[in-house]
DNA sequence: GGAAGATGTACATATGTGTGAATTTATCTG
DNA sequence: CAGATAAATTCACACATATGTACATCTTCC
């Protein structure tokens, strides 16, 4: 079950995050078709928590830097590495494709940092980004760091769905494919979770922590060159990687 | 009305901001006395919208790194000048006591920026923090600033509460303390609104921005050095806030 | 290796909450 | 400066939702 109120926590947020600029009680009502007096109600929590205020008379609500700085301490514990930014940025300049750093959440991948394409045609993700971890390159790459036990209790709860018309659709196909990513050196998918969509991934454990690197685009522009795109991963994770790191 | 939820996800956040580690259903749940399925849905709502995730199996959840993101995106915005930071940073070094930038928010001032005292007896005050307007000497700076029109449509809204022996409990006494303060030169409040607590603060406008910069701390330290603590501030920031602007 | 304990998940139901309509307050217009 | 229009609040009730209970799954310890 999802909790409503919630979740128009983060919307509101988000929306913040777009608009960057104060926002009325009626503006907001409206965008999200929410009645006002929900609205105000809602607007009022966040205000009397301290996280919304009103930088001018009249012009409206805005978040308080306190979210910023709440943010900061939360992230202040183990951060990335700084190197691993430097390796999707560097990714990124040299595929002209999105790259980034992917962690487990259950039967999910998130993208915990990201480094967006400029070109118009490109696989668009955000940090927090979703995705199901068999059915994607970044996903088989954290699977690949699991022992035997740990991936079964992940397969227990996955629900196979045929994404595209290449999505493994039982846990034999997943473990087939994790058994071809192995001997090929890398992790791919080509349209197995999202349509058009094709990566190549590498696992990136640092420290005990399992995390994965992926690039990934149009699947006309990945599919000719994904062995030189992985080769390419591997060479820059090896370049930038600390040596005395694990 | 309070919406419950919204709230909930805020001290969810506050809690991890603290503790800075991964924690499990079962330690939220028993953390706040929360149900266990009330707090299973809640931590699947952050999940599933991509804000919380598991950094290593079993360990439990983790804000993902999109906290910080979206907070940044919306604090890229107008953020207060850097000098401001140094205001508060110098004040609070001379001083020994907390010093803090304030904007208003309705009937109440909140805390924007702030600069906490080292010393073991001091006033403690957070980013968002709120007090109301008309009983704290920042307050009274934001006030300052408006006109008389648009004090009168706050003071329409303010409560008249008893906070202390001090606390102005009507609006003439309110006006007469911004008279006195107008010929003083500076703000101050002797436990107006929080017992033991003393503070000096004087108006900040910064472009069509209403913001006021206060000192504040225990009344038997400020108290004998209110007009030095009130000079001071007046001189830092005539010595910081750049010759060019308003 | 197996039983006890702890943790995570599903679901029906009573209760706390979101909402529409009414009221108050602010803003615009001639 | 009315009188009209729009925005912000308040409030009581119907219903969506938070929770107690039951079940499943994982972990620990003997």
Known sequence: MIVR???????????FAQTRKPATLAEIADHFGWPRSSTFNLLATLSEKGYLYEPRP????YPTPRWLAMARMISE????????????????????????????????????????????IRYFATIGH????????SGRALLL?????????VYRKIEFKQYGPSTPISIEAV???LRNSVSRGYCQSFADYS????????????GDRR??????GPEFRIGPKVVEVAALIARTVDRLRPKAAA
């Open 130 to 137: 979703r995705v199901p971890i068999h059915a994607t390159a």
């Open 77 to 120: 514990v183990e951060p990335l590495p700084t190197w691993t930014h430097t390796l999707i940025a560097d990714l990124s300049a040299e595929t002209g494709e999105t790259a980034s750093i992917v962690a487990p959440a259950g039967v999910m991948a998130v993208f915990i940092d990201v480094v967006e394409s400029q070109a118009a």
């Open 145 to 153: 760091q699991y022992s035997q036990e740990e991936r079964d209790a």
């Open 195 to 206: 349509r058009d969509l094709a990566g190549a991934a590498i696992p990136l454990p640092i």
């Open 5 to 15: 109120q919630a979740a128009n926590v983060l919307e509101i947020m988000e929306f």
């Open 58 to 61: 009249r012009a409206g609500f």
């Open 211 to 216: 995390l994965s690197v992926v690039v990934a």
């Open 175 to 177: 473990e087939l494919e």
